[in-house]
């Protein structure tokens, strides 16, 4: 009954005033993930979802997780210790969704599954990004590898998004917030200025808090039932700086540097009195983590104007990632210890993009160009027994590994029937190699990894008239496997060995939907269907004679297959309704199902049906919003033993005062009713309520505070 009233009253909500409407002329949101340029998202043929810096301030964001929490069929994933993992498209998320900053690719995640050490592309901080863009499905035709699930865009702020006029002049700004759910108060101060052609902007941030909390009824004890999270202490510093200059009317060059760090200590009351077998009981466990990462870039834009382009857009950035981890922990069979963890990856990253205007009508907008990505990944493990005074290398379960993509594309956005039809073709070949190399903590030697891939997109955007417009997609994607997919080793516990023959996987999607927008309503149903061959999944062999252990490893799957639809609509109430100026109210929904062909049964990384369903209001002083957040229950896995979770309705608030054009203040209480609930994500294999589950349990009511002051 849920399901069927819910996207009832959806559909009606954002179809119907939609095409009672009147005809009328609109300025539709410019988007850049779908082709590489700025463009209105009118004429896109695919779902382009955007997170402005306004909504992010609206909803007083925490992270990137809160900024994307309700955007239809997407999300954030990961949390706690460390950190974000990632983001879910549509049920595909991890290495199969690429995340950039400012286009420069962020390294792949890596998680060898134990508490010691995951290395995540989260390294980015929430104040400094003007959008987020998420380009769901196949994005390989534009940004390659890892983008068979989509693509993330964080893009940081330029000067133009802080000055206010088009003259000579000086910006500051100064955000303090609050955050109860971790304790966290953080301070970013921002400095932009313009002189003549030069333009720079200074952005410096230091936040001090401490654990995300989880339930507040979770129990605060120490070992395998403790409910609560972990206590923690964690600090971040984050600077920004960019400068561009205008040499003259074809040349424009510019500079960015960028500096993230983050430490978190962590008491980690949940380990102690766990036993692993007899003589190995943890006590005294506590971890000190170490993040950091550091881009340097150039860029160049010139307006060549020639046969070969109108204008050639190039940059080249250097950026080190790394993570240290220091895990201490007591057993009775080797003492105290200190497992430290170090993992690095530096990137080598060129892109070139040109740009033409052909045709005897100027109708041909082409894009194309290419990019080289060159990437060292190393681990450092070692096992210190601090009793003894002794050391000895960890094993690192991944070698060190050197990865190279590159590639090429080409991209035909037609304009044709006035401008009424834009159809849109691409295509991309890419090559990758990647040479693992053996060391003391990983011996095995394996050759390199090596392939290419060609993948096509056609699509088109037909405008019924100015209110409304059809579009659909046809495109491919591809993904590499990363160093962990190849070479994993694990042998403790269970026996986990490597495939160095792993293929790329593949998918082909298809996308069709339908937009609309008026003085009165707005709104985007689209649905999809995608197929995945050679999907790269864990498999269990059998059990190990000699040692009676499960044995698994890597193997490409036949298909799977991902469908569903989503929606997402506003309402304008006070045109439609005669309501108070800048009123206005949202329904979104996300349905999707996906499943392994051999087996039947459903991939754990598909959401359950989730819809939001907000009111608001908007003016020049004050506003503010109330979001109902509703998930169904989630009761089909991978694994028949998996845990279900139940279905749950979260209420956030948030409000805003301007007292004076240059200060606003801001308020938000999220889960205002408490409600007790668990992320389909969090939950494995113990149920609700028994020993252990409430430590993944969401946050109960919390609340912030944000004053910005911008002069």
Known sequence: MFTKTLL???????????????????????????????QAKKDVSSSIESETRQKMDANLVH???????????????????????GFNIRGVEGSRVKTMIDGVQQPAPYNPGANE???????VEIDTLQAIEVNKGPASTLYGSDAIGGAVLLKTKDPSDVLVTDEDEHRF?????YASVNEEFKNTFTWAMRQGELETLVMATYADGGETKTHGSGADVAGPNRGAANPADSELGNLLGKVYYQVNDDHRVGATVEYYKKQYDEDELSQNGYTIMPGFTYTDNYNEDDRERIRVGVE????????????????????????????????????????ERIAKDKTLQF?????????????????????????????????????????????????????????????????LLDDKLIVTAGARYDRFEAKPSSDTGYINDFDSNKDDAVTLKLGSVYHLNNN???????????????????????????????????????????????????????????????????????????????????VFTKQNLDEVTIYGAELSSTLYLDTALGAPKGSYAKASLAYADGEEKDSGRSLNSVAPLTSVLGLGIDTDNYGGQINWTLVASKNDWLEEDHADTSGYGVVDLSAYYKP??????????????????WSYRNVSGSEHGTGGADINSEPGRNWSLVVDYQF
Do not use: C
């Open 8 to 38: 009832s009253a959806s559909i009606m909500l954002a179809v119907s005033p939609a095409t009672m409407a009147k005809p009328t002329s609109f300025l539709d949101e410019t988007v850049v993930t779908a082709t590489r340029t700025t």
């Open 63 to 85: 992270d990137v997780k809160d900024a994307l929490k309700y955007t239809p069929g997407v999300a954030a994933t990961g949390g706690g210790r460390f950190g974000i993992s």
């Open 117 to 123: 050490q995951r290395s995540y592309p989260n390294a």
């Open 173 to 177: 700004g100064l955000k303090t917030s």
């Open 300 to 339: 160049h834009q010139w307006q060549i104007n020639s046969a070969l382009a109108d204008d050639i857009d190039w940059s080249f950035n250097v950026q080190h990632s790394n993570s240290t981890f220091e895990n201490f922990d007591t057993t009775g069979f080797i003492g105290q210890r200190n497992r």
């Open 351 to 415: 892109d070139a993009q040109f740009a033409k205007l052909a045709g005897a009508n100027k109708d041909h907008q082409l894009n194309y160009g290419v990019n080289l990505v060159h990437n060292d990944f190393e681990l450092n493990n070692t096992d210190f027994r601090l009793g003894t005074g002794t050391a000895g290398a960890g094993n690192t379960g991944v070698p060190d590994a050197e990865l190279l993509q590159w590639g090429v594309f080409l991209q035909d956005q037609m304009y």
């Open 468 to 550: 409304l417009s059809v579009y659909g997609q046809i495109s491919q994607g591809f993904k590499a496997p990363t160093a962990e997919d190849l070479y994993y080793f694990y042998g403790m516990g269970s026996i986990f060995n490597p495939n160095p023959n792993l293929k790329a996987e593949k998918s082909l999607a298809y996308e069709l939907g339908l937009r609309g927008q008026s003085e009165l309503a707005s709104f985007e149903l689209a649905s999809f269907y995608t197929q995945y061959s050679d999907f790269i999944a864990d498999a269990q062999l059998g059990v190990d004679t000699a040692t009676g252990k499960d």
């Open 660 to 677: 004076t054009q240059d200060l606003t203040l801001r308020a938000g209480l999220f889960n205002a009713f408490d409600k007790k609930y």
